[in-house]
């Protein structure tokens, strides 16, 4: 159980790197996908609102430290979707098991976590700075898709590693 | 057992996620420390350096690519230049057939060599003209440089032609300083050999040899060649005289047929 953690920790490095190095070959006009969300979601939706927030909330100090943003700001968003991402899953237990049910049900879970974690990082970021929040909002939204694109199959990718583990 | 409470108390993920919010909101209070600008800049030191990798990389890539990009531009540009080379040549040539043509007293079509036959002694050349355009059998074919030899034989689109450097040719000169006629004739080697030239004859080297115009094919005065070496022997009755054919032979590419009448009914001479 402990190897999951340390793999969780290196995907976590991992992302960190490639979010800041190699971003740009993915990007489209000015989408990048979030990759330390994604990671969060995905440990919320296997290992239960604990761990996710917990995830979350270290996943966003990495992610404030790689930023020029208000520090614990990242880290408040993301525990917050990371607890969430445990929680929206079980919503639709009667999805059944399937690839496609799977596959529905990550994308929502991504997509509410993310939709949440943009509306406090964004609304709490522009306090004060007068910079036009539904604007920014509305940027954030096909941002959202696309990571959810890349999302899917991060999230096919780890969930295979850790059936091996478990 | 305190510590097993609070361990208990954590594991609830509601009190778990206020902490957190709790915590993080706490670190937005620690915003401007200097620690934490300290950390802040040693990370982006490190993500600047690793940008700067990336960039070098990315422009080694393209240099790489330009490169590649440029040496095919130097080749086409080469291809370009040689085209335009040989269509320089090629209006040079041209022009001086122009010339040859409104200057020349006869009827002349012009033609472009598309072949030919290179057995060693019956050299020959084939056009891209023939009976469909009037070219018949004896029409002699010329070029801006001189006499090139006379029509063999015809089909309707091409025909071939049998130059002077050739063991079956035969052509009535004459030497342009004494006016004396001789007969061209080919045996071997790059020259031709005028023959029939009287000992008691002056002929100098570098005389003109033109067609004499004592045939049906060849038209009077057009340059054969000029004359080279000069060997005479007590025991024969005529100069053995070589000639160097004016026409490059072996790079002619556009000639003229002149039409004649009588072209078909001449006799080899």
């Not at chain 1, 520090?71 to 525990?79: D, H």
């Not at chain 1, 999302?151 to 295979?160: D, H, S």
């Not at chain 2, 080297?205 to 005479?232: H, R």
Request: aromatic share 10%; no cysteine.
């Amino acid at each position: 159980m402990n190897n999951i953690y340390w793999f969780y920790g290196l995907l976590f490095l991992g992302a960190v790197l490639f979010q800041t190095t190699l971003i740009d070959f993915v990007q489209v006009m000015y989408m990048k996908p979030d990759l330390i969300l994604i990671l969060v979601v995905i440990i919320g939706m296997r290992h239960g609102a604990v761990v996710g927030s917990t995830a979350g909330f270290f996943g966003g100090i990495l992610s404030d430290l790689i930023s020029s943003g208000l520090f614990g700001l990242g880290a408040l968003g993301m525990a917050v979707a990371g607890h969430l991402a445990a929680l929206i899953p079980a919503w639709f237990k009667e999805g059944g098991d399937t690839t496609l049910s799977k596959l529905v049900r990550f994308l929502i879970t991504f997509f509410l976590s993310g939709v949440v974690h943009d509306i406090i990082y964004f609304t709490i970021g522009t306090i004060g700075s007068g910079a036009p929040w539904l604007e920014s909002f509305a940027l954030i939204i096909p941002n959202l898709f696309y990571s959810a694109l890349f999302g899917v199959l991060i999230y096919f990718a780890v969930t295979k590693v850790i059936r091996e583990y478990e | 057992m305190r510590f097993q409470s609070i361990l208990h108390i954590a594991k609830r993920p509601g009190i778990l996620l206020l902490f957190y919010i709790f915590l993080a909101m706490i670190l937005m209070n620690f915003n401007d420390g200097g620690s934490l600008k300290g950390i802040r800049g040693v990370i982006l030191q490190t993500v600047e350096w690793m940008d700067a990798v990336k960039y070098d990389w990315r422009s080694r890539t393209k240099l790489r690519q330009d490169n590649d990009a440029l040496k095919k531009e130097i080749f086409d540009l080469n291809l370009t230049n040689q085209k335009l080379r040989e269509v320089v040549l090629e209006n040079s040539r041209l022009k001086r057939l122009l010339k040859l043509k409104r200057e020349s007293p006869h009827d002349l079509v012009a033609a472009r060599v598309i072949g030919s036959g290179n057995e060693r002694g019956y050299s020959s050349l084939i056009l891209d003209v023939g009976s469909a355009d009037s070219v018949a059998q004896n029409m002699a074919v010329v070029n801006a440089d001189g006499l090139v030899g006379k029509i063999i034989s015809t089909s309707a689109q091409q025909s071939v032609v049998q130059i002077l450097m050739n063991y079956d040719s035969w052509v009535d000169a004459r030497l342009e300083n004494s006016r004396e006629m001789a007969s061209i004739t080919y045996s071997s080697s790059s020259w031709l050999d005028l023959e029939y030239v009287a000992r008691n004859i002056p002929v100098e080297e570098g005389e003109l040899v033109n067609t004499s115009g004592m045939s049906d094919i060849y038209p009077a005065g057009i340059k054969i060649g000029i004359v080279t070496d000069i060997f005479e022997s007590e025991n024969d009755l005529f100069k053995k005289i070589r000639v160097k054919p004016s026409v490059n032979f072996y790079a002619v590419e556009e000639v003229f047929v002149i039409r004649s009448a009588g072209a078909e009914k001449a006799s080899g001479e």
